[in-house]
């Protein structure tokens, strides 16, 4: 009960930010190292990996078309906790590179079922980027989860700042499953880890990203000058963003791990000409772990 209160207390009362792109190089704790965890193995180790989205998707957001992209991970493990990590993404046909991020945070654990991490990361855009993304630079994240046995629940806490400001705000509801046989030998296993998720927030940075792109410009100027004040202050509201429901499957062994992940995306309280729908979204991803 002690830590249920902890967490209420850090989903209310901080206001921090999250990285755009989720870390799926945190292993756990144990022997076995599912991708879409969420916790750090506690001694030295490094992981490499590369993934396949079909479609950028930012704080529950998209851009006015699909963004399929690549990306490539790699994060150093301290054993006392501390992590860095770099990434660089590209959009197929579209620049060389769109995108390099640059972070680093400790990871606690303050019990076998309450963990956490903090971290801070430096988003470095290509001056032509499209990704709706590109309307932030800086990030700074909490992440507090607490395994409940039936159910492992997460809260982060996000605050994103450069060309605009937003708070944000996600809350998931896990399940871990692998399996107790083996596919091709006694040292490989599947894993599911079913979740649905909620993100709340404000989202300033659509405007930003609207304005940088001039996609509001397919309407007349007088409809453009109300709507842009309209919008300004509906952004800046701290609302409900979206829903969404998340199965990834996951092939693993000792030291690597496959994952292909199916995401439906629920949109809600969408502002500006942008238009967001529910959409399906898919990501393969594979790493590696060294330790």
């Known amino acids: 009960m002690k830590y249920f209160c902890l967490l209420f207390f850090i989903t209310v009362s901080n206001t921090l930010c999250a990285a755009g792109i989720s870390r799926n190089f945190f292993a756990d704790t144990g022997k076995k190292a599912p991708a879409d965890t969420d916790t750090v193995i506690r001694k030295r180790s490094v992981s490499v990996g590369v993934s396949y989205g079909s479609d950028a998707l930012f704080f529950g957001r998209t851009g006015p078309i699909k963004y399929p992209f690549l990306t490539g991970d790699a994060i150093y493990n301290s054993k006392s906790g501390v992590f860095v990590y770099g990434s660089v993404l590209k959009v197929l046909g579209y620049a060389p590179v769109d995108e390099v991020d640059l972070g680093g945070g400790y990871f606690y654990k303050l019990s076998k079922s309450f963990s956490g991490a903090a971290s801070y990361t430096r988003f470095i855009f290509n001056k032509n980027a499209n990704v709706i993304k590109s309307a932030s630079s800086n990030d700074i994240n909490l992440k507090n989860a607490y395994d409940w046995g039936l159910l492992k629940t997460s809260v982060v806490l996000d605050y994103l700042f450069g060309k ?36 709340l927030g404000t989202q300033n940075f659509v405007q930003r990203y609207e304005t940088d792109h001039h996609y509001q410009y397919v309407l007349p100027p007088s409809v453009i000058e109300h709507l842009d004040l309209a919008a300004a202050r509906r952004n800046r509201r701290f609302n409900m963003l979206n829903y969404s429901l998340k199965i990834p499957v996951a092939y693993n062994r000792p030291h690597y791990t496959l994952e292909a992940s199916w995401r439906y995306s629920i949109p809600v309280n969408v502002e500006g000409t942008l238009e967001n729908r529910r959409e399906s979204f898919f990501n393969f991803t594979f790493y590696y772990l060294f330790y």
Not at 186 to 197: A, E, G, I, R, V
């Open 164 to 199: 605009s400001n937003d708070f944000f705000t996600t809350i998931s509801n896990s399940k871990y499953f692998e399996t107790n046989w083996s596919i091709f030998d006694d040292k490989d296993y599947l894993s599911f880890t079913p979740s649905f998720n909620m993100i």
